[in-house]
């Protein structure tokens, strides 16, 4: 049972374009929603981060979108570069992130100039 | 640099044979985790530790084991090796049991030929 779902496997964006990644969940007692960025070769490292109790937080061309009762979380990438081409995962957690993330399949994302 | 080491980065070895794998937390955390990463899988939990404890347990096969020593380094034990168990396997560490943020390692990636 996948707890998280992310969409799409894999994006191709423009330079300057709108980057989006989708992700739902099914279990209503995670409170804690962050997005990871892999490089290859890389671990994941820790992009943004959300609370159930806002509907969006952004930092800086990344923004985290959440829709509580439709249980989906988005990330958005304003003004895409290749730099930040890198796979992309959505997690979740219970109890404010004391458990273990459950994390998305990832989305590998391609920024071309 | 996230400050979690994964020690080897890379380790070939056939079929049946074990491996130890090898995780230093970043200074001061307590709690570790471990994660397998496969293509269509994506990032698995398998197993946390904190403060020396088994804390938490994912989908960790019975052929895994796994410790936590007095000097808060971690290692994964993977025995009767099978070609399904070819991944990539990342440690990460936190500092409590109280925040989110995982620092991940560069990982340790295992070919079963």
């Known amino acids: 049972q996948q707890q998280v779902k992310q969409s799409p496997q894999s994006l191709i964006v423009q330079k300057g374009g709108i980057s989006i990644i989708n992700c739902a969940y099914e279990?209503?007692?995670?409170?804690?929603f962050p997005w990871y960025q892999q490089f290859p070769g890389k671990g994941p490292a820790l992009l943004i981060a959300i609370r159930p109790d806002v509907s969006e937080k952004k930092e800086g061309r990344f923004t985290i979108s959440f829709n509580k009762s439709a249980k989906q979380f988005s990330l958005h990438i304003m003004d895409s570069q290749p730099g930040d081409s890198a796979t992309y995962f959505c997690?979740?957690?219970?109890?404010?992130?004391?458990?273990?993330?459950?994390f998305g399949k990832g989305t590998r994302l391609s920024v071309i100039a | 640099d996230s400050g979690v080491t994964q020690t080897p980065k890379h380790l070939i070895t056939a079929t049946g044979q074990r491996v130890t794998l090898r995780c230093s937390p970043r200074s001061g955390d307590l709690s570790v985790y471990w994660y397998q990463q496969s293509l269509d899988q994506g990032l698995q939990f398998l197993i946390q530790y904190y403060n020396g404890e088994e804390r938490a347990k994912g989908n960790i096969l019975e052929r895994f084991s796994a410790q936590q020593f007095p000097d808060l380094h971690s290692e994964l034990n993977l025995s009767s090796l099978e070609l399904g168990d070819s991944a990539l396997y990342f440690c990460?560490?936190?500092?409590?049991?109280?925040?989110?943020?995982?620092?991940f390692g560069e990982g340790s990636r295992l070919t079963v030929l």
């Open positions: 279990n209503t007692a995670f409170d804690y």
């Open positions: 990460a560490s936190r500092a409590g049991v109280n925040t989110g943020e995982l620092f």
């Open positions: 997690a979740a957690a219970r109890n404010s992130g004391n458990t273990p993330l459950v």
